[in-house]
């Protein structure tokens, strides 16, 4: 129980100083320096690599094989351009596919 209780304090303890590292190095009067901006604008279009990548083995055979991962993206991918929203748009589109897997 004791080594259960460690591994989940050391874990919170690192999350969060993750977590308060950018504000840390960042935070203040000092600017973002130009690197991680350019990462910034740089790794946002470099995820639709990563989407390729996902979906690449994708059988496209019948209804249960391909469809549904590629109605759950495309559902991602809607949602993302007509709100703008992040969070909401991976969370329904796990929550879509989720449900068309139990169908």
Same mark, same amino acid.
Request: charged content about 5%.
């Given at each position: 129980m004791? *080594? %259960?209780i460690a591994v989940v304090a050391i874990? %919170? @303890? @690192?999350?969060? %100083?993750l977590r308060a590292l950018?504000? @840390?190095c960042f935070g203040g009067k000092k600017g973002v320096p130009r690197l991680v901006s350019a990462l910034g604008e740089t790794l946002p279009p470099a995820m639709a690599a990563l989407v390729v990548y996902c979906l690449k083995s994708v059988p496209f055979g019948t209804f249960g094989d391909g469809a549904r991962q590629l109605i759950a993206a495309a559902a991602v991918v809607a949602l *993302? =351009?007509?709100?703008k929203n992040t969070l909401l748009s991976i969370g329904v589109g796990t929550a879509l596919?989720? =449900?068309l897997i139990r169908i």
């Open positions: 004791s *080594h %259960a874990c %919170a @303890v @690192v999350t969060i %100083a950018p504000f @840390v *993302h =351009l007509w709100k596919y989720m =449900l």
